[in-house]
């Protein structure tokens, strides 16, 4: 990938804002009967004016306390739910009109959930996604090569995805993602639940993804670990509002751990 390509933004976002308006019911019997029949809400305002830019080939780490906005930043990056109000670009496309274009470029991993299926061996489910994504035969058997090898796991391919531990089973998940060679991988919790080695065998295999195949990588996490070793940039978010974005090692340098990040960054943003 040569320069000028590795300079481009592939994702751009400008005053970016999500309001969610929900309903507010009062306490008790009397509360909820009134609800039926009067409604009361209030607005809520998840994401606040973000600015958010991203250049092709970049490996981004996303923090923030739970409730921060990073889940619905990330849901508004790929598509999910639209923005109530401000710009936003990934690769050329306003996500939410999920347009095919579009689909066929990302990919999302979360730790949390998972899209391989449990019954299939590994081969049969990476042939499955091979029809989803429609990917050429040759394209389809050099990628899986490169992944396979990349991740050491020839032996698993015929193993069934139920039998196979949360390390191996993360692995999976990651080569399903990247197998159509997506410009952009959303990644959430990625080693959540795994053991030091695994979580160290999955950091060393994005690093390489990033390098090797020039990857644009958005990583959230709660493990400092991944944030620190994999991403060279963080953006940190909290009540919606970007409070930092910078040099990884700059901002562990000033704020030292993360309660210190996420309550004096937020003092100096």
């Avoid at 308006?21 to 009967?33: A, D, M, N, P, T």
């Avoid at 409604?39 to 921060?68: C, H, M, T, W």
């Avoid at 196979?164 to 952009?184: D, Q, T, W």
Wanted: hydrophobic share 40%; with cysteine.
């Amino acid at each position: 990938m040569n320069n000028q390509i590795m300079n481009e933004m592939i994702i751009e976002t400008k005053n970016l804002t999500k309001v969610y308006r929900r309903f507010v019911k009062k306490e008790g019997l009397r509360g909820s009967i009134e609800g039926l029949f009067k409604r009361e809400y209030e607005q809520k305002e998840a994401v606040s004016g973000i600015d958010f830019n991203v250049r092709e080939g970049e490996f981004i780490g996303l923090i923030g306390p739970n409730g921060a906005g990073k889940t619905t930043l990330i849901k508004m990056l790929t598509g999910i739910i639209a923005p109530t109000s401000g710009e936003i670009s990934v690769m050329g496309y306003y996500p939410n009109n999920m347009k095919r274009g579009f689909k066929m470029q990302y990919a999302v991993v979360m730790g949390q959930k998972s899209q391989l299926f449990m019954e299939l061996t590994v081969n049969d489910t990476l042939r499955l996604f091979k029809e989803i994504y429609e990917i050429p035969q040759e394209e389809y058997i050099r990628t899986r090569a490169f992944f396979t090898e990349l991740f050491d796991v020839k032996e698993l391919m015929e193993v069934q995805v139920r039998t196979l531990s949360l390390g191996e089973r993360m692995k999976m998940e990651i080569i399903v993602a990247l197998l159509h060679n997506p410009r952009v991988l959303f990644l959430d919790e990625p080693t959540i639940g795994l053991d030091a080695i695994a979580a160290n065998q999955i950091r060393r295999f994005l690093k390489e993804v990033n390098q090797k195949k020039k990857t644009t990588i958005v990583l959230t996490s709660h493990y400092m670990e991944d944030i620190r070793t994999l991403c060279g940039r963080t953006v940190v978010i909290n009540h919606g509002k970007k409070i930092y974005d910078g040099g990884t090692e700059e901002m562990f340098a000033r704020y030292h751990d993360v309660e210190r990040i996420y309550k004096e960054a937020e003092q100096d943003a």
